[in-house]
């Protein structure tokens, strides 16, 4: 505030002082010859030309540059200019997203498929699958291994890949006339594909190759009085054989020849505590709830918290 009165001041004063020095002033020869009068005369007129110019600066209020004139008001809206976006820009940007979900599509994909895996098994049937295929590709001809990797790859849908194994099978595996292995896994996967009537058919046929060099091997060890493996009893694969039977007459709705399959398996193997709840069930569709009732129980006299017995007798309505 002072420097702009001091400035208002000095615009004033200069102006009076314009107007002074036109004044009339006495004959310089009067001025020359009384210096010390003349001065004292000229101040005193001085004093009283400038004594009104000073009152009225001194009255004049001082103007002070005001901040906010000098700031852009907040009312008054301003356009906001948006910078051109350059195309190949643009096209850039779109390019590195499409790379980014390329790439995260492609780790997803490789994740599930293992595609970026170690290898190792992810599953039991893979590990299964892995497990007796390494001793199959050292060339095993051990039936038993043949067995194991045939089943994984049934019971994990790999259908065409376990007919080539049961094909090179029959030509490699030992003792075939024994088991007839690669006639009972040909018959599972017939009735794991739904065949049915080619899976009985099969079934039967192993069954009775097993049976034949069964009898042969006990009539030559009454000859020579030496025990085979043939000789010692029927192989188990003839009561595997017995349980696929008995699957295809429930599939076929023939619950009598169901019942009797059961009956023989039980007969040389009482204890399988899984196979009498399966011919409870049976029986329940025969109408035969006491025969259910009493199998039911006797799978709990193995097994005490079998869910499938006492599923079966609360669903005949009996005390648990």
């Known amino acids: 505030m002072r420097a702009v009165a001091v400035h208002s001041v000095r615009n004033l004063c200069t102006g009076h002082r314009e107007c002074y020095s036109r004044t009339p002033t006495t004959d310089s020869s009067l001025m020359l010859g009384r210096p010390h009068g003349i001065a004292r005369e000229m101040a005193s007129r001085s004093d009283r030309l400038m004594a009104p110019i000073m009152e009225e600066c001194m009255d004049t209020p001082s103007v002070e540059p005001s901040v906010e004139s000098a700031a852009p008001s907040a009312a008054t809206p301003t356009?906001?200019?948006?910078?051109?976006?350059?195309?190949?820009?643009?096209?850039?940007?779109?390019?590195?997203?499409?790379?980014?979900?390329i790439t995260l599509a492609t780790v997803a994909y490789g994740l599930l498929t293992n595609l970026f895996g170690t290898g190792a098994p992810r599953?039991?049937?893979?590990?299964?699958?892995?497990?007796?295929?390494?001793?199959?590709?050292?060339?095993?001809?051990?039936?038993?291994?043949?067995?194991?990797?045939?089943?994984?790859?049934?019971?994990?849908?790999?259908?065409?890949?376990?007919?080539?194994?049961?094909?090179?099978?029959?030509?490699?595996?030992?003792?075939?006339?024994?088991?007839?292995?690669?006639?009972?896994?040909?018959?599972?996967?017939?009735?794991?594909?739904?065949?049915?009537?080619?899976?009985?058919?099969?079934?039967?046929?192993?069954?009775?190759?097993?049976?034949?060099?069964?009898?042969?091997?006990?009539?030559?060890?009454?000859?020579?009085?030496?025990?085979?493996?043939?000789s010692v009893g029927l192989h188990d694969n003839y009561y595997e054989l017995v349980l696929l039977k008995a699957e295809v007459f429930e599939k076929k709705k023939d619950w009598k020849k169901a019942l009797a399959a059961y009956d023989e398996y039980l007969k040389a193997k009482?204890?399988?505590?899984?196979?009498?709840?399966?011919?409870?069930?049976?029986?329940?569709?025969?109408?035969?709830?006491?025969?259910?009732?009493?199998?039911?129980?006797g799978a709990l006299m193995f097994i005490p918290d079998d869910p499938a017995a006492l599923a079966g007798l609360k669903r005949i309505g009996a005390k648990q």
């Open 79 to 101: 356009k906001s200019v948006k910078p051109k976006r350059d195309p190949l820009v643009t096209t850039l940007w779109l390019i590195i997203f499409a790379i980014i979900v």
């Open 270 to 297: 009482p204890t399988a505590a899984s196979v009498v709840v399966l011919r409870g069930a049976v029986k329940e569709q025969l109408g035969d709830k006491k025969g259910a009732e009493a199998d039911y129980r």
């Open 123 to 230: 599953t039991m049937a893979q590990y299964r699958i892995m497990s007796a295929e390494a001793k199959i590709k050292a060339g095993s001809k051990f039936r038993e291994d043949w067995v194991g990797y045939i089943s994984a790859l049934i019971d994990d849908g790999q259908y065409r890949q376990a007919q080539n194994a049961i094909d090179k099978g029959k030509k490699l595996v030992e003792k075939q006339d024994i088991s007839a292995d690669m006639l009972y896994m040909q018959a599972t996967l017939d009735f794991a594909q739904g065949d049915v009537d080619k899976a009985l058919k099969i079934a039967e046929e192993a069954q009775k190759q097993i049976r034949t060099t069964h009898e042969k091997a006990l009539a030559k060890q009454k000859k020579t009085g030496n025990p085979t493996e043939a």
